[in-house]
């Protein structure tokens, strides 16, 4: 990985070009020529600012809180689980937790668990209605999403938090590797590569940021239309996020869309995670 100043003034690499797209939940839950171009506006960037809906705004609380101190338990930080689950210490400044939902309930506080399930039906939500506005037909969104608009997909809550006494960058660079992310933070520190610069991404009050990810641009297949964002955290004071990362069963494949409309079955979807996952959490 390219080797960055992580001493430098934050604000220097602000891109006043950088419009990030906001929906509030009334837009969202309106089927509008409004919400049609702004879903034009964030698929072209690779992210948006999505308004926390109720059912998840009342647990955002514990979840800092939790974010904020699950590093700190000793039976966290030995929790090892297959499939690169369970605490990770990474190569760069974050640690993280990363838990599938059969382990949600055993492993998170209940009010965190709760805010997992709604991150989460949240994520479906999100996967229908790209799929929708990207053109494909309702009764192929179980394929090409490798199941998750059915609910039957690969799905993680990842929790992280950063020390500032770690040395290196935040998080290296990097595009989420499945379909949709929904992600809060509530501090400086991600950057997103904007027009051939790293361009800073503040947090925005009682919104989620909603990536998407690589498995999603593979299957659209038509960069002018949506993208998956690449970006990183630079080195940060203490700071945390939580993500949902929403993606293929792993028994599925990756799909991708010709330029004829043909869908086409790429890889088999754990293979391809596996691949992406293995130089930093083996």
């Not at 690169?84 to 990474?90: T, V």
């Not at 239309?225 to 792993?250: G, K, M, Q, T």
Request: aromatic content about 10%; proline content about 5%.
């Amino acid at each position: 990985m390219k080797e960055t100043n992580m001493n430098s003034n934050p604000l220097s690499n602000l891109n006043p070009e950088l419009v990030v797209t906001t929906i509030s939940q009334q837009e969202w839950e309106n089927e509008s020529s409004e919400l049609d171009q702004k879903m034009a506006e964030a698929c072209r960037l690779g992210f948006f600012y999505l308004e926390i809906p109720q059912d998840c705004i009342q647990f955002i609380p514990a979840a800092t809180q939790f974010s904020h101190s699950f590093y700190k338990d000793e039976r966290t930080k030995n929790l090892k689980l297959p499939d690169f689950c369970g605490y990770n210490d990474r190569p760069w400044q974050a640690e993280s937790l990363f838990l599938e939902p059969k382990d949600w309930e055993e492993h998170l506080p209940h009010e965190v668990n709760r805010l997992a399930k709604s991150m989460n039906d949240l994520s479906l939500q999100i996967s229908k209605k790209i799929l929708g506005f990207c053109g494909f037909s309702e009764k192929d969104w179980s394929l090409v999403s490798g199941g998750l608009t059915e609910d039957k997909g690969w799905v993680h809550l990842s929790v992280n938090h950063y020390r500032p006494e770690k040395e290196g960058i935040g998080m290296e660079e990097h595009k989420d590797m499945g379909q949709v992310t929904v992600l809060f933070f509530n501090q400086e520190g991600l950057e997103v590569m904007h027009q051939k610069k790293w361009t800073s991404v503040p947090p925005k009050e009682n919104h989620f940021l909603i990536n998407f990810g690589q498995a999603l641009e593979v299957l659209v297949n038509d960069r002018d239309r949506l993208v998956a964002v690449l970006h990183r955290v630079r080195h940060v004071a203490d700071r945390i996020s939580f993500a949902l990362f929403a993606e293929n069963a792993p028994d599925s494949y990756l799909c991708e869309r010709t330029t004829t409309g043909e869908i086409v079955q790429k890889e088999l979807y754990r293979d391809y995670i596996t691949k992406l996952l293995a130089p930093t959490l083996l």
